[in-house]
């Protein structure tokens, strides 16, 4: 009997010592100590060398000695690996955690924010409006009457199921929206999706971002256009940029002009993205057309206005370096996620 105990004594301390690193080494241990020929077993069969007068003690013994090893068995199973912390067999907690992947916004997204919030420190409100659109909203309110030949400027996508519906080909159908509500003065910046027939290409896409601008009040000018573009030009490019507008021609818009920054990549001197003029059209803009007014029901007489549109993805391209417009919309993962740490 003294001698069995020494014996489970010895035993409980190599078993209590006992650790694994993974599930092979626990069963390991079941089949050495609770299989059908393992220790237990082979230690319950000591029973019957017991003197009868000790049989109810030793079972006692035996029977505590199972249940250790039986636990011991089971903590083992719920962490393998874990049984001793700090030790070299179990988990590193000093080992840094994995990275986890983190999203990043489109670039067109980055490069509209960038836009709008210029705008907004000037005191412009973000509007929204439809894409699909009616032909007046698109058209007719910004002075381009059916057969209009400036029409054919923009490559028109119709609506199969309705023939007054287009998607609109430029943002400025916000402007309509916006005037016709009758609240001034007007003081907003429109971001959104625009669509045109065109073949796609590295260059060009059936649809694409534009910019709206739109201010509305008594007195305002053509000075008031320009300080506000100006505004605009050294906040986005940088205080060295020059600006300089050219006669041009909208429905929507009289006087009209086009806006060009000297070229932001070569300076100036001439290079392939300037196609070596020193200069890169970033907007068209004007005073809005007195019938445009007249259209929302805004006296022309008492209110004036400009407005000037931008798109997003040509200064994105310039901004990040990219070469191919269809990237923007082929969502490849490899594309977008070089964004990841671009604010
Ligand atoms: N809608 C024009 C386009 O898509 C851009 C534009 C030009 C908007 C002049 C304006 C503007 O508001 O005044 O090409």
Redesign the pocket.
């Known amino acids: 009997m003294d001698q069995l105990l020494k014996q489970i004594e010895a035993y409980k301390k190599e078993i209590g010592s006992f650790s694994a690193t993974d599930d092979k080494q626990v069963e390991e241990f079941r089949i050495k100590y609770l299989g059908t020929k393992g220790l237990v077993k082979m230690i319950m069969g000591e029973m019957k060398h017991v003197a009868v007068a000790q049989k109810k003690e030793a079972g006692q013994l035996l029977n505590e000695f199972k249940l250790f090893v039986e636990n011991k068995f089971e903590s083992l199973q719920k962490s393998p690996g874990n049984q001793q912390p700090g030790s070299s067999n179990t988990i590193d907690l000093t080992l840094p955690g994995d990275p986890l992947p983190l999203g990043s916004r489109h670039p067109v997204t980055l490069m509209r924010n960038r836009i709008v919030s210029i705008f907004q420190r000037l005191g412009f409100a973000i509007a929204e409006g439809p894409e699909i659109e009616d032909d007046w909203h698109n058209f007719g309110a910004?002075n381009l009457p059916e057969h209009h030949p400036a029409r054919d400027?923009?490559d028109t996508f119709y609506v199969q199921q309705n023939p007054d519906w287009v998607l609109r080909?430029?943002?400025?159908n916000v402007?309509i929206r916006e005037m016709e509500k009758g609240k001034l003065p007007i003081r907003m910046i429109m971001p959104g999706r625009?669509y045109r027939n065109e073949t796609v290409s590295a260059r060009s896409h059936c649809f694409f971002h534009?910019v709206?601008?739109?201010y509305i009040d008594e007195n305002v000018s053509f000075a008031d256009l320009k300080q506000t573009l100006y505004f605009f030009v050294k906040e986005m490019y940088g205080k060295e940029v020059k600006v300089r507008f050219r006669p041009?021609y909208?429905p929507?818009?009289e006087p009209?002009a086009?806006m060009d920054v000297s070229c932001f990549i070569c300076g100036g001197s001439g290079c392939n993205i300037c196609k070596k003029t020193g200069w890169v059209e970033i907007?068209?803009?004007?005073m809005?057309h007195p019938n445009v007014l007249s259209n929302c029901n805004i006296d022309p007489n008492k209110y004036t206005g400009?407005?000037?549109?931008?798109?997003i993805e040509r200064p994105a391209m310039l901004k990040y370096g990219i070469n191919d417009i269809r990237l923007f919309s082929e969502n490849d993962v490899r594309f977008l996620k070089q964004f990841t740490s671009v604010l």
């Open positions: 910004l400027m923009q080909t430029h943002t400025s402007q625009v534009q709206e601008g739109l041009s909208f929507f818009t009209s086009e907007l068209g803009c004007g809005v400009f407005a000037f549109g931008m798109g």
